[in-house]
């Protein structure tokens, strides 16, 4: 396998940055840049041009990663080129189907295929319910596939995410690429690193990631009393205090995001499913555990790789933890960095949710507010 990545910034100097770039027999590009970015137009016009036959695929952020560097509205970009691994790409947009799940679904029934050994897919980040998403995904692909990816981003507004797959960037898509080939090892690992505070609370009434009620009171007018003056900057601020969920059964909690806040019902809206009956306790920052979080993922990848040095690696963390580690933030990519080794390229973006199994054989899930590390090793 040989990989080659570049920091970009958007405009006319984006050609000239692009031209840096050798590998032209690429059969994978990742992009990954700011709404500001790809809104220029020339984005997938560029990467087309640069790497010919290539599948692209992207999609925007809330910051991009570069080795261990962390930029705002600059395109990251990696180029692979395999030896004997296959690639094959596939989009479906939102609105052609009845809910994420459907979506979900169509998309692994289009990849599945003989030799199929892993699925990388990026979701529009607002108009998607993450945790139906991967639901149908898990559905349909081989027991033995796992598929990890993520959400795309605008920044903390909230206002528009882009995903792009060998086309311009667009709203309302979700696209992925199968992998083929016995000689491809994956492997992944996604942590988290908040600490929990106040009382445990149910949820007493909600419809799939909207939140109505805990303990029988308004989701939001109790929500707001944790956050006090911070609960006006809300749903931004929200990242700063996400929420742990066990479901009814479940042991093992997920951490989930405010997306949106509605003040007319007092409800909230996540990333993912806030199932009712399940329980949950609000979450702030703890610095080093953060740090720690992102190198047990990058210790959970390897756990899950093939026993040796990555080729590259993918790195997807929540745009809540860039904002409560600000001028830390990049030792989150250096801890990574330190456990892969020198060897491997990094690439990656600050999402509005993770998508990836817990640890090897477990279901995947979709999370927030962790850092999710996806291996790529070629025999």
Known sequence: MQTESLSCVGGPSLDECLSRATLFGADLVLAFGSTKVFQEGRVFEALRHRFGRAIILGCSTAGEIHDTKVSDDSLSVMAVKFRGVKVRGAKVRLADFKDSHDAGVRLAETLSAPGLVHVLVFSDGLAVNGTKLVAGLSSRLPKSVAATGGLSADGSRFEQTLVMLDGPPEQGVIAAVGFYGGG????????????????????????????????ERPALDL??????????????TGLLFPISLTSPGGTIPVVRTVLAVNEKDKSMTFAGDMPQGAKARLMKANFDRLIEGASGAAEASQKTGVGKEADFAILISCVGRKLVLKQRIEEEVESVRQVLGLKPALVGFYSYGEISPFSPNARCELHNQTMTITTFTEE
Do not use: M
Not at 189 to 205: H, K, N, Q, V
Not at 206 to 212: G, K
Not at 223 to 236: C, R, V
């Open 184 to 215: 491809l090892h994956v492997g992944y690992g996604s942590l988290g690193g908040w600490d929990p505070f106040g009382p445990e609370r149910l949820i007493t009434r909600s419809v799939d990631n909207t939140l109505f009620e805990l303990d």
């Open 223 to 236: 929500y707001k009393t944790y956050l006090g003056d911070q609960a006006a900057g809300l749903p931004a």
